[in-house]
């Protein structure tokens, strides 16, 4: 069954590093998401990407934040001088369809900030 | 700007009852809305997508109902299993999709 996938699982950094995550969307979406999770609070939105740029972003997804696509397979999602808030579960997800297509979600990369 | 709560926020339930899990939502402009498993330290897995224009969506031993009018959805879940233990999300899809805060569901043997 295709899936999406995400590497790494958890990446521990030093705070003011800057951290990309990766993701493998499944083959034949169209539409990327990036959402995060910090410990014990609820999934947010982070950003949507369509056709090479963003399509949504959310208030978190400031300057720090930045998202590319550079082939035609993965998916990633760049922190720049990673902050100690900025530790969470990080979730890349993926759709076939826009706004009424069913989200598929990765397993996650934990990234801890020290 | 939307707002997804969740009922109960944690429930115990011994096996082979049947339960559900309640999620409401502020703004009814919505596109559709989605149900999640999620398992400690994992990835959400989808159980059940309902588009604004349906009522029901049933799998198997789950079945999703959605009133768009009244911001509300609930996730029926027949003959619950040990297996079904987990935190269950429920996500409405707007503009960007915004989560609840999940119900913790506990079977026990």
């Known amino acids: 069954e295709p899936e999406v996938t995400q590497t790494p699982s958890h990446q521990v950094t030093q705070m003011g590093q800057e951290v990309i995550l990766r993701c493998v969307p499944i083959s034949n979406h169209l539409y990327f998401y990036w959402y995060r999770q910090i410990l014990g609070q609820k999934v947010e939105f982070l950003v949507s990407f369509y056709n090479n740029e963003i399509s949504e972003k959310s208030e978190i997804f400031d300057d720090q934040f930045s998202v590319e696509r550079p082939d035609g397979s993965n998916f990633t999602l760049k922190i720049r001088s990673t902050k100690l808030e900025d530790s969470a579960m990080y979730f890349c997800?993926?759709?076939?369809?826009?706004?009424?297509?069913?989200?598929?979600f990765g397993e996650g990369s934990r990234l801890t900030v020290l | 700007k939307q707002e997804v709560t969740q009922f109960p926020a944690a429930l115990s339930v011994p096996e082979g009852e049947n339960l559900v899990l309640n999620c409401s939502f502020t703004d009814s402009a919505i596109y559709n809305l989605q149900w999640f498993r999620q398992d400690p330290g994992k990835g959400l897995t989808s159980l059940s997508l309902i588009q604004s224009s349906q009522r029901e969506q049933t799998s198997g031993r789950l079945n999703a109902s959605l009133d768009k009018s009244s911001g509300r959805s609930t996730l029926y879940i027949a003959a619950s299993q040990p297996g079904d233990s987990a935190t269950y999300l429920c996500a409405v899809k707007g503009n960007d999709m915004r989560f609840g805060a999940g119900t913790r569901l506990t079977v026990k043997p």
């Open positions: 997800a993926s759709s076939g369809t826009g706004r009424t297509g069913e989200l598929f």
